[in-house]
């Protein structure tokens, strides 16, 4: 109804604080850097979530009235964006985004397409790193 045709849109069972968001976003994802806004003192309970490259929905998300979206590749504008309607943004990489929901893609595939054989990659694995003055190990 709100448009989200690419995306998913959720409650959590219970509010919770930024960091505990963050941190159940990073465990599931494997991440362990993530950008973010949220506005101050906001709480999550509502989540939007599109894979990839999705602050496209931010809007449909506002108007859902989310408290968060979850993507990735997010651009510079989108930051400002999420900052003016008051919700909380997370990039949290257009590989980490993706590569979890293929299990279930390939699943589906398999189940409505009788005759598709369709395996899942064994080396999807993002080529790139992330560098911290905190932690310089090159």
Not at 81 to 99: Q, R, S
Request: hydrophobic share 40%.
């Amino acid at each position: 109804e709100f448009g989200f045709f690419c995306g998913l849109l959720g409650e959590l069972d219970e509010e919770l604080e930024q960091s505990e968001f963050l941190e159940k976003v990073s465990n599931s994802l494997g991440m362990d850097v993530l950008k973010y806004y949220f506005p101050a003192g906001k709480k999550i309970k509502t989540v939007a979530c599109s894979s990839g490259s999705g602050a496209f929905m931010l809007q449909d998300a506002v108007a859902a009235k989310a408290d968060v979206l979850v993507t990735g590749d997010v651009k510079h504008s989108s930051w400002y964006e999420a900052e003016a309607n008051m919700i909380g943004l997370v990039d949290a990489g257009h590989f980490n985004t993706e590569n979890v929901v293929i299990p279930e893609l390939v699943r589906q595939i398999q189940s409505e397409f009788k005759g598709v054989s369709c395996k899942e990659a064994t080396h999807n694995v993002a080529i790139y790193n992330f560098w911290s003055k905190r932690n310089c190990d090159l």
